[in-house]
Nanobody, 116 residues
Framework: QVQLVESGGGLVQAGGSLRLSCAAS????????MGWYRQAPGKQRELVAV???????NYADSVKGRFTISKDNVKNTVYLQMNSLKHEDTAVYYC??????????WGQGTQVTVSS
């Protein structure tokens, strides 16, 4: 089992910044990617950013140039630096990881609210 604990959400004005953190614990040796998804009210959960163990990153078009995903391998923590936030970035953000078998694990979610 893998446990993911997120932190860093909150309320911010449009144009501001937030940094989300997600610490992984448990059986983590088989994890091959970590990332962030988000779900806004009435919408499906969508990929925001993902990073593989090899360092390859992938971003949703809507956040390219504004969000950056990074990972501290010593702390087993993945970060999402969010700059130039927009009202449409308001959502619950979920940390995700996948093991080598493709099994996903999810965090409990953290609310990000951007006031316009």
């Amino acid at each position: 089992q893998v446990q993911l604990v997120e932190s860093g959400g909150g309320l911010v004005q449009a144009g501001g910044s937030l940094r989300l953190s997600c610490a992984a614990s448990g059986i983590i040796f088989g994890i091959n990617s970590m990332g962030w998804y988000r779900q806004a009210p009435g919408k499906q959960r969508e990929l925001v950013a993902v990073r593989t163990n090899g360092g390859t990153t992938n971003y949703a078009d809507s956040v390219k140039g504004r969000f950056t995903i990074s990972k501290d391998n010593v702390k087993n923590t993945v970060y999402l630096q969010m700059n130039s936030l927009k009202h449409e970035d308001t959502a619950v953000y979920y940390c995700n990881c996948q093991n080598q078998l493709g099994r996903p694990y999810w965090g409990q979610g953290t609310q990000v609210t951007v006031s316009s």
